[in-house]
């Protein structure tokens, strides 16, 4: 793998087109099985949910005891029926869609005046929502290479590729990453025409490309590039790793796409860098080999990462050179920091905790409150003085059953002025809203949520990413397909005449500007 730009000249984009009853949920405490949580804790990596892979999650079998506790919770009304939507009075489900062509995991999404995009490890789909309540799907790209993360500015969407593949074409089939010849990165789409939309360019990075995160400017686009653990056997993904790939676009010649530097954001002696060792020094959390998600805001000149075994604050004011301010870390309750959210004011970041790697039942009693959960920070001080200070952790208050994967997930602001308001994706704990304007007493208003997918085994399903948008919840969840829901609450209500003409969450707005 090398670190050059690829122009778009002999790829193909493939262009493929094509009121359930719910009641009130009451708190109770589902049955939890310590063991089997215990072993899923110790034996799955710390990474985003699937692995990276081309195939879907593999079903993890529970044990009898475990599969009757379920059946009891069920009977017991403690959890949903399965696949039995539940929702607090405030929250409306107004529409789902389920997948079409692309069976793939369904992961992020972005936004673009009246369409969605929405990435899935088969490619991405393009919605029209100029009507919330009835999605029309425009286009299908067939496009494999997980996780597919996806962000739009402008007439380009960019999409990640974090497996192994033969070439960096559409085509391509996997291949191990041991051979120098695969390749993982960045893709580069012209979205002029959100019917046709044309694969131009591709960078490849070392490691792939797991996440991304635009700084966008006036001619050029710069690409953030998330990914990690390197291995001494993979020729284009060596230790240490402890940095992010910079990708500079230009927006006129994407063609031109390049890979401009890549700062080290944990510097340290030896082959291991400077962030968290991990065990055993830190059992139970994950050694830094890279971030995992980075959140901008640039009108602020600043960033969150999440990486692994530590939390970030740095400085973009030159986006080519970013400048770490701050590092925390929490190794008592965070297995995985996997995403970060700012909120309005710039004083405070909610870090996420995906412990487990999002494949694991710890929304449960066995698992407790503290751990699988949003971390609040605050922030303090001025300019490179700035320093992250915990204040509480937030988790939903709902135990789920151990046959559900559910961990917190991607979340965004919900922009009213004067209060911190956040709706986030629990895999299958579902969507909850919350508010945080107290760091230190969050608590949720609403929620939205399904019965398991399954009661017998474990397998991948739920909200990977709930966001707000022009008036609405839109939610790709990662089994079942494209949800919409509508929020009606005195607090959540003047975000409604809040309109955005474009939304990377991961590329934070300021929303009153």
């Known amino acids: 793998m090398n670190r050059s730009s690829a122009n778009g000249q002999g790829r193909k984009t493939v262009i493929l087109f094509s009121n359930p009853r719910t009641r009130r949920r ?12 215990g072993a ?18 593999k079903e993890q079998k529970v044990s009898e005891s475990t599969r009757a506790e379920v059946r009891e919770a069920l009977a017991d009304g403690e959890i949903p029926g399965q696949d039995e939507i539940v929702h607090s009075d405030n929250i409306e489900h107004v529409a789902n869609v389920p997948k079409d062509v692309l069976p793939g995991t369904n992961s992020d999404l972005a936004f673009q005046g009246r ?14 929502i100029s009507n919330p309540k009835s999605p029309k799907t425009v286009a299908q790209v067939l496009c494999p290479g997980s996780q597919n993360d996806i962000s739009v500015s402008g007439n380009l969407l960019f999409l990640s590729t974090d497996s192994s593949r033969s070439d960096s074409s559409c085509n391509s089939t996997t291949q191990p990453a041991t051979e120098k010849s695969s390749w993982e ?20 990075t070392a490691c792939g490309s797991h996440t991304h995160t635009l ?22 993904c060596q230790p240490p790793h402890d940095g992010l790939s910079v990708i500079k676009v230009p927006r006129y010649a994407p063609e031109k796409a390049a890979v401009v530097g890549f700062p080290v954001l944990f510097p340290g002696e030896g082959p291991d860098g400077g962030g968290n060792p991990g065990a055993p020094t830190n059992p139970g959390v994950s ?41 925390v870390q929490d190794n008592v309750n965070f297995a995985f920091w996997h995403s970060a959210t700012f909120n309005q004011k710039a004083n405070k970041v909610v870090f996420t905790d995906e412990l487990g790697g999002g494949s694991a039942a710890t929304c449960n009693a066995a698992i407790g409150p503290d751990r699988g959960a949003d971390g609040i ?62 760091s230190a007493s969050p608590k949720e208003i609403a929620y939205f949520d399904r019965g398991p997918l399954t009661t017998d085994t474990i397998r991948t399903a739920g909200s990977w990413s709930a966001y707000y948008y022009n008036g609405y919840i839109y939610s790709n969840e990662m089994a079942r397909g494209f949800d919409v829901l509508k929020i009606n609450d005195r607090r959540t209500d003047p975000a409604r005449w809040v309109k955005l003409r474009e939304l990377n969450v991961q590329t934070q707005p300021d929303y009153f500007d």
């Not at 985003?48 to 081309?54: K, M, V, Y």
């Not at 080999?289 to 009108?299: M, N, S």
């Open 287 to 327: 050694k830094t080999t890279g971030c995992h998600d980075i959140t901008v805001l640039p009108e602020q000149d600043l960033a969150a990462g999440a990486c692994m075994g530590d939390g970030i604050l740095f400085s973009i004011e030159d986006p080519e050179h970013p400048k770490v301010i701050d590092q």
């Open 115 to 128: 369409y969605a995009f929405a990435g899935n490890y088969d490619g991405f789909r393009i919605f029209d």
């Open 40 to 57: 899923l804790l110790t034996a799955q990596p710390a990474a985003a949910t699937p692995d990276p892979g081309d195939g879907p999650a």
């Open 377 to 438: 920070y605050d922030i303090v001080g001025k300019g490179d003085k700035r320093k992250l200070v915990f204040r509480s952790y937030f988790k939903i208050p709902r135990h789920q059953a151990d046959t559900e994967n559910c961990v917190a997930h991607n979340g965004s602001l919900i922009p009213v002025k004067g209060r911190d308001l956040m709706v986030q994706a629990w895999y299958q704990g579902g969507i909850s809203v919350w508010d945080f304007t107290d």
């Open 215 to 236: 700084v966008p400017e006036r001619r050029n686009v710069y690409i953030y590039v998330s990914s990690y653990s390197p291995n001494a056997t993979y020729p284009d």
């Open 26 to 37: 009451r708190l109770g405490v589902a049955a939890a099985a310590a063991g089997l949580v």
């Open 185 to 204: 990165g960045m893709k580069v789409f012209d979205i002029s025409d959100k019917t046709n939309p044309k694969y131009v360019a591709a960078v490849e």
